[in-house]
């Protein structure tokens, strides 16, 4: 089941909130003692940060999925803790992850040593707007552990957010991605409300990918409208990219958002009405589009609010999709307008060199 701990952060006490979420996000994919205080020392730093510097702001803290080898055989899960708010930003990042910048009254630890102890760390601020940092955490500390895509031998790679409705902590979205060898095939499912009875839905979804990953988009959706009769059903989108051909096939069923940009252009990929498990359509719509090397997908359930402005939302040049992802969460809602349900944003984006010393 999806597990997913969002924590707001808007006074010192939510600080140890933060730390036992993600102790408990350790514990769910069996990190070691001394990880799991490493997660915990960079959660805790983000979230004093947020409060120092930003007047508050939201911890996401996720276990995905990382590929270090071919896939299957290389999928392991790691903890993913993002930090998001609507403050002023950061007028020098490069500053601020350098050595001896620390935030007042923190543990001291600085993002610089954040940076150096979790396996991916990044930062992205919008002056004015905000800013996001994420951090990855697996392996042992006496291992360079390279990032996430970094054995996966392709030129993409995806990330994203995903946010339980009203602070739970099942979200009844989920998503995934399996790279191939020439291929990688990416889904996001939206089960039917929220709750552990939609999270069912959606990880039936996940389950099959991984082991239909191979299908075309059409095919998948198939398979899966098979795997989820049992549950209440789901929206689901899919979408695979082809290497060789440059192409990407889209198929959805349901209420997911796609959107796809080339150059600063934008377009929308539509799916069909229906429920997957429960109502699907006598024809699956297939779109297939050129992928440039510039190209970027967006796909998002429900939660996020239909009048999200891409050209504004996605900050271009992220070497991070879910940075990206958690750029367009904050820039699509505030404490005024939180989300309105289980809210995924999922991002497939051009893979960048690793800038870690």
Known sequence: MTHVWDVPVHDSTRVRDVRVAVESAAGHIGLDEERTADAAL???????????????????IDVVDAYLGPAPAGRISVVQIVALDHGPGIVDPAAALGDGYSTASSLGAGLG?????????????????????????????????PRHDAHTGLPVRAGGVNIPFAGAEVSGDAWAWVPGADRLTLLVADGLGHGPAAALASDAAVRELHRSAHLSPPELLAQLHT???????????????????????FSG????????????????????????????????????????PDSLLVLHSDGLPGRWVPPDAVPHGSPDPA?????????????????????????????????RP
């Open 227 to 249: 795997a989820l009769r049992d549950t209440r059903g789901a929206a689901v989108a899919v979408a695979q990219l082809d290497l060789a051909e440059r192409s990407l096939s």
């Open 323 to 355: 940075v990206t992802a958690a750029a367009i969460v904050r820039d699509s809602s505030s404490s005024a307008l939180p989300v309105r349900d289980d809210t995924t944003v999922v991002v497939l984006s051009p893979t960048l060199p690793d800038r």
């Open 113 to 145: 040593t954040c940076r150096r102890i979790a396996d991916e760390f990044e930062l992205h601020s919008s002056p004015g707007r905000g800013t996001v940092a994420l951090a990855r955490v697996h392996g042992a500390r006496s291992i360079k552990v």
């Open 253 to 292: 069923i349901g209420n997911i958002g796609a959107r796809l940009r080339t150059g600063d252009t934008w377009r929308a990929l539509l799916s069909h009405p229906g429920i997957v498990g429960a109502h699907r359509p006598a024809r699956v719509p297939h779109l297939q589009v050129p992928w440039a």
């Open 42 to 60: 960079v959660a805790t730093e983000l979230a004093t940060n947020l409060l120092k510097h930003a007047g508050g702001g939201q911890i996401l």
